[in-house]
Structure formats: structure tokens, C-alpha cells
């Protein structure tokens, strides 16, 4: 008797830890499916069809549910030398493999340009459907550089952003970047300007508009004391690690303090020429900084230029894939996932 209490009490443990055994297996597979599930969940809330039209709040940007949003992608290089590398399936690209919900279009005004070549508006038109049609948001560049007051082609702007705002003013997908980097010139000059500008577009819609600030970029705290008095206005700020380093972080830090909303829409690893190496442990303290605050990103750019910025590799086919990637597109694609 006591031998088979002893053979029926080893039994039941044996079974109940077989249970156990099999349920535990169940929950990890349960828990499996709902991490994988949430991270689908995540990704898919990442995009447009989820986000919608954005706001600014405060210093934030917002979706339609007034969630903090954080956008973050790469940017063409000039669209009349690289505009083959904005293509659909480097649009799924970035949108499948980086998790990129923006992407930036700089359509340079000189070198080439639209003031050169007004035919080059048929291919901006034909890159935003395209990004539209991959659910992801746009940022139409107006690249000023050699140009540096916006007031040299202000007509010309006007005429640009009249022209797609009313073609667009019912899509949530597009970001107004009226002036890339004003360089030698002013705050009040490009303020006066940006008015001219946002005023055409506010005719036609309320997205974000982003506005450069002098010295490339770079003056963030310009704005300050002299603010543009409109609804969903954003400042850029624009940095190259290997030229602007802690000294810039601290002077966006004080103007995101003092209530100035600042979105980062072109960045490199590089040097401020796009050229002369790559600077990854300045990028790195770039990225903790933009993800700390929230702050939107854009790289610097889309093209296999024999450039350090470059994020393919010199000779790269236009439609990339992962053996591409230059160094910079390696730590750029990384970035952008959110795994450093
Ligand atoms: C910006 C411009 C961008 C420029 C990059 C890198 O310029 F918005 O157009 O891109 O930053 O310099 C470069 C390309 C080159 C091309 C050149 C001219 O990578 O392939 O040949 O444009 O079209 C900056 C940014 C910062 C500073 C200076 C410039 N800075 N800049 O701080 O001094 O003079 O172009």
C-alpha cells in the first residue's frame, strides 16, 4: 500500500510538472505573440494613416491624438543630381527596414534648381505622391544655400508654395520647409520673408511649417525675442557632427527652454562640408540629445556621392539594399530604428 501511495504520489508530480512544463511554454509563446504583436502595433502607429495632420504644443509636435510624435528619416540630396535615388522601393526601404515616417525632399533653389530649371517642379509633385503613397510624412525643402537671404527668390517662393499648398492643402503628409539655411544675412530679413511665405500657405492649410534661422541653421535663439505669431511654426536646427558639437546642443537647449520648437530636418555624421570623415561618438551624444527631447531628425542624405555623409557607398545602385549602406548609413539606420 505504502509502495503505491509512493508510485501514485511520484506520478501526480510527474504530471503536474509535465503541466506546468506545458503551460509555461504556453504563456512564453502567449507573451512572444503579444511582444511581436505590439511592436507591429508600434510601427504601424508610426505612420500617417495613424499620426495624421500634426500640431505644435508647446515646444512639441502632436499627432491628431495630441501624442508627442517623434519623426524620423533621411533627406535627397539635391534633386536635380540624385533625384533617381527618391524611388519607391528605396521609399520602402526606409519606410520597412529603418522605421522611417518622414522623409525630406530638398529641392535646391540655385546650382541646378528650380530658379534654374522650373521643370524640376514636375518631379517634386511625382517624389511627394510617391512618399504619400508609402504613408509616411514629406518635407518640401526650399534648399536656399549660395543663396543665402530668402529674399533673393522671394516671388519665386511664393509662386512654389502657393502652387503646392493648393494642390496639397487637404493632405496631412506634407511638412512646409520654406527656407533649408540662410547664411550672411539676418533674423529680421528672414523674418520678413517667412511671413510673405506662410501667409500664402495658411490661405491653404494649417500643416507645420519649419523655418531656417542664420548661420545655416544654426542661430536658434534668434527667434527668441521676435517670434513669427502664427499657429504650427517650427525652427530648424541643423547640425554636422564633425563641426557642431556641445556648444550648439547648449544653445538649443536654451532656446527649446525658452519656448522655441525645434525641428532638427537635416543632419550629418560629417563635417559641415558633408565631406572629411565621420564623427560617430559626436553623433551619438546628437542622437541622446534629439531623443531626450523629443526632437524630429532628418539625415543628410539619400545619394552614393563619394561623400562621408553619403549613406551609400560610392557606386551604389539606385535602388539600394543593405550592402550599400556607407558607414554613415549603417549608424544613420540605427539611429533612425531606435537601437542607439
Ligand atoms: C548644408 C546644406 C547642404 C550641404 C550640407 C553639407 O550646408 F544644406 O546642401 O550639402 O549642409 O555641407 C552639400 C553636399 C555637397 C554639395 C554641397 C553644395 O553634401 O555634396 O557639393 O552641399 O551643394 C552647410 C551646412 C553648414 C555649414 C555650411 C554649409 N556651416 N555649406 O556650418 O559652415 O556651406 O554648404
Not at 510624435?69 to 526606409?94: A, M, R
Amino acid at each position: 500500500m505504502k509502495k503505491f501511495l509512493l508510485v501514485l504520489c511520484i506520478c501526480l508530480l510527474i504530471c503536474g510538472c509535465g503541466k506546468k512544463a506545458i503551460s509555461q511554454k504556453k504563456n512564453k509563446e502567449k507573451d512572444e505573440q503579444i511582444e511581436e504583436k505590439s511592436s507591429e502595433e508600434i510601427k504601424k502607429n508610426i505612420f500617417v494613416s495613424y499620426n495624421g495632420a500634426l500640431q505644435v504644443k508647446g515646444i512639441n509636435l502632436v499627432n491628431q491624438y495630441d501624442e508627442v510624435i517623434q519623426l524620423k528619416g533621411v533627406s535627397s540630396h539635391g534633386l536635380q543630381w540624385y533625384g533617381d535615388f527618391v524611388n519607391d522601393q528605396n521609399l520602402k526601404t526606409l519606410k520597412n527596414d529603418f522605421n522611417s515616417n518622414v522623409f525630406r525632399l530638398a529641392m535646391y533653389t540655385k546650382e541646378g534648381g528650380y530658379i534654374d530649371n522650373k521643370e524640376i517642379m514636375q518631379d517634386v509633385i511625382k517624389d511627394i505622391d510617391l512618399v504619400i503613397a508609402n504613408d509616411m510624412y514629406v518635407i518640401v525643402d526650399w534648399h536656399i544655400l549660395s543663396d543665402g537671404n530668402p529674399n533673393a527668390y522671394v516671388e519665386e517662393a511664393i509662386n512654389f508654395f502657393e502652387e503646392i499648398s493648393s494642390k496639397y492643402k487637404n493632405s496631412p503628409n506634407i511638412i512646409y520647409e520654406i527656407c533649408n539655411e540662410p547664411n550672411g544675412t539676418s533674423w529680421s530679413e528672414i523674418k520678413s520673408y517667412s511671413e510673405r511665405v506662410i501667409e500664402v500657405i495658411r490661405k491653404n492649410c494649417n500643416n507645420i511649417i519649419i523655418v531656417g534661422t542664420n548661420t545655416w541653421s544654426q542661430d536658434v535663439l534668434d527667434p527668441v525675442n521676435d517670434r513669427l505669431n502664427y499657429d504650427n511654426i517650427m525652427y530648424a536646427l541643423h547640425f554636422y557632427a564633425g563641426t557642431h558639437t556641445d556648444y550648439l546642443r547648449k544653445r538649443a537647449k536654451e532656446a527649446l527652454d525658452k519656448g522655441i520648437s525645434l525641428f532638427v530636418s537635416e543632419w550629418g555624421v560629417s563635417d559641415a562640408s558633408g565631406n572629411g570623415g565621420v564623427f560617430l561618438d559626436e553623433a551619438q551624444k546628437w542622437i541622446d540629445f534629439m531623443n531626450e527631447n523629443k526632437l524630429s531628425f532628418v539625415s543628410w542624405s539619400l545619394s552614393n556621392k563619394d561623400e562621408s555623409s553619403a549613406l551609400l557607398k560610392p557606386g551604389s545602385n539606385v535602388n539600394f539594399n543593405n550592402s550599400d549602406l556607407s558607414e554613415a548609413g549603417q549608424f544613420v539606420k540605427k539611429a533612425i530604428i531606435g537601437n542607439i
